[in-house]
């Protein structure tokens, strides 16, 4: 019994870091628009995870219609215009109710007016993720949002 409850213990606690380090530095900022604030890295940084160089700051929102909605910023938190940003993908990532397994599921993000929005074609289970990509010229910038519900 004993072997058991530590084996189970064991594979519990695996499951509480699978996607919690983040990637980029840790940030404090509050969110303009109600949502969740994260580092935008190069993608190619993303097993530095805290250590990652930090290159803009972005929001998401998601309404009760599942419409997600990305917002960039600079360093500062100070808004910036998307013109010079390309196109935008993103990663709906959640466990499954039946299987327990991690489900990702892509959806497209377009420019809006001074964003990026998107609709998630599924109602996630809480607690889920959000990957998004930007191509930007010569780098493809990334950003987690983490545990959000």
Do not use: C
């Not at 509480?16 to 530095?25: L, N, Q, S, T, V």
């Not at 803009?56 to 917002?71: C, F, G, H, I, W």
């Not at 010079?84 to 489900?103: C, H, I, M, N, P």
């Amino acid at each position: 019994m004993k072997k058991l409850t530590i084996i189970g213990l064991l594979m519990l606690s695996q499951f509480a870091f699978a996607h919690d380090e983040g990637h980029g530095p840790k940030l404090g900022d509050q969110p303009k628009f109600g949502g969740k604030v994260a580092a935008v890295i190069d993608k190619k940084e993303i097993k530095k995870g805290t250590d990652a160089e930090m290159l803009y700051k972005a929001e998401l929102t998601k309404n009760s219609s599942n419409v997600v909605r990305v917002y960039m910023y600079d360093k500062k938190m100070s808004p910036i215009t998307i013109k010079e940003f390309g196109s935008a993908t993103a990663e709906l990532q959640y466990k499954d109710r039946k299987t327990r397994k991690w489900v990702s599921k892509s959806f497209k993000l377009e420019k809006k007016n001074g964003y990026y929005e998107g609709s998630l074609n599924t109602k996630p289970r809480r607690p889920f993720n959000i990957d998004a990509t930007i191509n930007n010229k010569n780098k493809k910038l990334f950003m987690a949002f983490d545990n959000l519900n």
